[in-house]
């Protein structure tokens, strides 16, 4: 028997018990429940997106964002990052909130400015920071 053969021998006896085990603790766990009992709101929420020249892909983060059911107060942030494009119009035209570009302080990188700013600014009881090119 070929080396391979062993090490595939081996990886499956590993593999099929763990696996076996992963799906039965899968099963036992709770369903989670969509809670709209005015008693068990959840936090507010505030999603900020710190955004540099992501005109191209906002959009599908923007769509899916408000496509969310959340059942309490959420907010959506854009911090323009100095964008060269139409970053700003575009978030602006899906109606969320819009930070615009500000002059950069000394010590700070944009990254990390853009998302202070929108903390600063958010309502939210939580905060989210994501990346503009992400669904």
């Not at 076996?20 to 900020?48: C, G, M, Q, T």
């Amino acid at each position: 028997m070929s080396a391979f053969v062993i090490i595939i021998f081996i990886l499956w006896a590993i593999t099929i018990p763990l696996a076996w085990r992963a799906e039965r603790a899968y099963l036992r766990l709770d369903e989670l429940k969509i809670v709209n009992d005015e008693d068990n709101l959840l936090p507010s929420l505030s999603i900020i997106i710190p955004a540099r020249n992501e005109a191209q892909v906002l959009p599908w983060l923007l769509n899916s964002l408000k496509d969310q059911a959340y059942s309490s107060f959420l907010e959506i942030i854009v911090v323009d990052d100095n964008s060269q494009d139409e970053t700003s119009e575009i978030a602006k035209s899906v109606g969320v909130k819009v930070i615009e570009p500000a002059e950069l302080p000394s010590g700070w990188l944009g990254k990390p400015h853009a998302c202070h700013r929108g903390a600063k600014s958010a309502l939210g009881e939580w905060l989210l920071f994501t990346d503009a090119d992400t669904i």
